[in-house]
Nanobody, 116 residues
């Protein structure tokens, strides 16, 4: 089992920055990917960024040049540094962990609101 706790959401003006954190506990060595998804009201949850156990990363085209996913292995924590935020980035952001069994675990979500 994997437990995920997110933090770092909040209010920011367009062009500003936020850093989201996701602390993982439990069977952390059974995780092969961790990442971030987001969901705006009335829309489907969409992929944002992911990082593999070996450190390779992947980004949605909409955030590729602005967001950076990273991890701190000592703290069992994954981060999403979000720069140059736009109003369309407003959403609930969810941390995701994919188990080696391909089962997905999710955090509780953290609200990011970007004002214009």
């Amino acid at each position: 089992q994997v437990q995920l706790v997110e933090s770092g959401g909040g209010l920011v003006q367009a062009g500003g920055s936020l850093r989201l954190s996701c602390a993982a506990s439990g069977s952390i060595f059974s995780i092969k990917f961790m990442g971030w998804y987001r969901q705006a009201p009335g829309k489907q949850r969409e992929f944002v960024a992911a990082i593999a156990n070996g450190g390779s990363t992947n980004y949605a085209d909409s955030v590729r040049d602005r967001f950076t996913i990273s991890r701190d292995n000592a703290k069992n924590t994954v981060y999403l540094q979000m720069n140059s935020l736009k109003p369309e980035d407003t959403a609930v952001y969810y941390c995701n962990a994919r188990h080696i069994s391909n089962m997905d675990y999710w955090g509780q979500g953290t609200q990011v609101t970007v004002s214009s």
